[in-house]
């Protein structure tokens, strides 16, 4: 049975549908890309306040960032972290 492309470039129709979705998909990331902060954007004790308010109210979280895995993986590939605004915004009263 032979699979259609990956993207239908053949179906004009179907081709605008694609193109809208991913048009939609991109759209959504974007967002949710405004609605974190970048860790590394934080001066160091705006970073230990966010961290102290982790570990005391998004316990799973800190787990995670803390876990052995993820620190070896954030290294290999120089990640940042990126948190949701909220909890940044609950840790540090407000960002002016």
């Known amino acids: ?8 470039v053949w179906d004009h129709q179907r081709s605008d549908l694609f193109w809208e979705q991913c048009r939609q998909k991109v759209a959504e990331l974007r967002e949710r890309d405004r609605q974190q902060v970048n860790l590394s954007t934080l001066t160091p004790g705006q970073k230990r306040r966010v961290w102290e308010y ?3 109210h998004e316990p799973q979280l ?3 960032l803390s876990d052995t895995f ?7 590939f120089d990640a940042d972290v990126h948190i949701d605004i909220k909890i940044v915004m609950a840790a540090l009263g407000g960002i002016s």
């Open 1 to 8: 049975m032979d699979q259609p492309p990956l993207y239908p």
């Open 62 to 64: 800190a787990a995670m």
């Open 54 to 56: 982790i570990k005391i």
């Open 70 to 76: 993820v620190q070896e993986a954030m290294a290999m």
